[in-house]
């Protein structure tokens, strides 16, 4: 059954009826923000188990205040922010390496259009461990591929910089529609590439950043795939402190900002710690009953060196 709507009042009272403490801000906090996006997304920390393990509804621990738990989810939300930006360089980075070597190996510029471009079922390259029915995949991947290349190709999004070359060229080259294409599209469009072409992108990206370290093309698969699902947390706003992606659901931050300084130049990666430091550090305050330890823990990060402040 559904709930029914509730207006600021009522859900006041109903946090209130709970053990959550309001004060003259929370009204006022609640008319920005959806109560279902904080409440429901950053209550986890702030519940008490065993009371809970006796009422059918939420129990807080006795003093909570929507503050903290407002205080969590405008950390998560500038977290996202700072991500975000980091994560949209790396796909910047990645997508220029694949598309510029796939362009080098192909130069007739129409050549993304012919199935003989990509790697057969035998060659394409696929997760660690994947036990599925690999020409199933492969058959779906590159029909899903041509048809999605094949229609922004032909200008069906109506994206403006598309329709110009079409009307003067006849054509769009794949370093121009590449610019259309989301990082998942190109994370498929990796997927399918000659082990050729792979490799040399990503000794591009390795050169790039200056590491004596490369990557190799099963690590870009991988790096795809995780900065893709968490791209996505940030761009559709979802709780990303404590986010787990993968298909066993066991990859979280921490790990996520490994693989960033696999595609990252050094100075940038390091501006990405810093400003995750310095958040740390304007946040913390209002944190109160959620420590640094305990974020950094739910984020992934090995905190048994440290001790709870």
């Known amino acids: 059954m559904a709930k029914e709507f509730k207006t600021l009042e009522e859900l006041i009272e109903l946090m209130e009826s709970r053990g959550i403490v309001t004060d003259e801000n929370t009204r006022s906090q609640l008319s920005r923000e959806s109560y279902y996006a904080v409440i ?11 009371a809970m393990s006796r009422s059918a509804d939420d129990v807080y621990v006795s003093g909570t205040r929507f503050e903290w738990i407002y205080a969590l989810f405008s950390f998560d939300r500038d977290l996202r922010a700072v991500t975000f930006k980091y994560l949209a360089q790396a796909e910047a980075i990645m997508k220029n390496a694949v598309v510029y070597e796939f362009c ?47 229609a922004k190709a032909g200008g069906s999004d109506g994206k403006q910089f598309i329709s110009h070359y079409i009307e003067h060229y006849g054509f769009v080259p794949l370093w121009v529609l590449s610019n259309d294409l989301t990082f998942g599209q190109v994370s498929h469009f990796y997927q399918l590439q000659k082990r050729s072409v792979q490799s040399r992108a990503c000794r591009m990206i390795s050169e790039g950043i200056g590491s004596d370290r490369r990557i190799t093309p099963q690590e870009l698969l991988r790096a795809f ?73 739910d984020m992934g990060f090995d905190v048994s060196g440290m001790g709870e402040s």
């Open 104 to 150: 080098r190996a192909n130069p007739d510029p129409s050549s993304y259009l012919a199935t003989s471009s990509y790697a057969s079922v035998g060659e394409m390259l696929f997760a660690k461990g994947f036990k599925g029915n690999r020409a199933k995949i492969h058959q779906t991947s590159i029909t899903r591929l041509m048809r999605t290349l094949n």
């Open 40 to 50: 429901n997304g950053y209550k986890q920390p702030f519940l008490d188990r065993e």
């Open 225 to 297: 795939s995780v900065l893709v699902e968490f791209r996505n947390i940030c761009a559709h706003d979802e709780r990303l402190y404590c986010a787990k992606v993968g298909k066993s659901g066991d990859v979280g931050y921490y790990e996520m900002a490994e693989i960033l300084s696999w595609i990252l130049p050094e100075k940038e990666f390091d501006s990405f710690l810093s400003e995750i430091a310095t958040l740390f550090t304007m946040r913390e305050e209002p944190l109160r009953v959620v420590t640094r330890e305990s974020l950094l823990r």
